[in-house]
């Protein structure tokens, strides 16, 4: 099956900096990679997702890159502020059925210095 | 966006009792739910796949007859932790798919979880 690994698994940076998390996955067969904002005791947020048919994507202040070939993927966020600070999940899926499980990564608890 | 319930949202139970969970899709019908289980500071751990009408298919080392699943409408899953004990206290977060044109990337929507303390 899919497993997805995720580091670091804690990141702080200074309120303004970048933050960069890293994942990959084992499934060549995965085609969907959504990245989750938790903060604690809620739900996870989709915060952005990206396909395989694509190789990034950005949101405002959020970005994500795909590298199908390595099976590495990222997530880029610029002008970090203190709301940022959560719980970040990589994860991966397939988009072939509504039925389609999401594996998670371990998660990154990222921490903006002010 | 689809919105997704749980109720409880939160329970504190003795050991040996069971307890009953229950995720709801609001606004939309729910082909597939699925049922996951949180550990403090760990990831969401996928313990089962439900889908309306017929048995859930549960995850390597999960018990299906300690974590019972009933997916009995298009917009009802109910988790039920039998015989519960101390190591069940965890966060269970529920999720839901919609197939068709509402969902073109399969997304899930999150309910907003339940914590269990078992005493």
């Known amino acids: 099956g899919e497993n997805v690994e995720q580091h670091p698994s804690t990141l702080s940076v200074q309120e303004g900096d970048s933050a960069v998390i890293k994942c990959t996955y084992s499934?060549?067969?995965?085609?969907?990679f959504p990245w989750y904002k938790q903060e604690l005791g809620k739900r996870p947020q989709l915060i952005i997702d990206?396909?395989?048919?694509?190789g990034e994507k950005k949101d405002q202040r959020i970005a994500v890159t795909l590298n199908k070939t390595a099976k590495h993927f990222s997530l880029h966020i610029t002008e970090t502020q203190p709301e940022d600070s959560a719980v970040y999940f990589c994860a991966a899926s397939t988009l072939y059925s509504s039925a389609s499980k999401i594996i998670f990564g371990s998660g990154t608890r990222l921490s903006i210095r002010p | 966006g689809a919105v997704v319930s749980q109720h409880p949202s939160r329970v504190i139970c003795k050991s040996g009792t069971s307890v009953k969970i229950e995720c709801r899709s609001l606004d939309f019908q729910a082909t597939t739910m699925f049922w996951y289980r949180q550990f403090p500071k760990q990831s969401l751990m996928l313990m089962a796949t439900s889908n309306e009408g017929s048995k859930a298919t549960y995850e390597q080392g999960v018990e299906k007859d300690k974590f019972l699943i009933n997916h009995a409408s298009l917009t009802l899953s109910t988790l039920t932790v039998t015989s519960a004990h101390p190591e069940d206290s965890s966060f269970y977060i529920c999720?839901?798919?919609?197939?068709?044109?509402?969902?073109?990337?399969?997304?899930?929507?999150f309910g907003p979880g339940t914590r269990l303390t078992v005493l």
């Open positions: 499934d060549s067969a995965s085609n969907y």
């Open positions: 999720s839901a798919t919609i197939a068709g044109a509402r969902s073109s990337y399969n997304e899930q929507f």
């Open positions: 990206i396909r395989s048919n694509v």
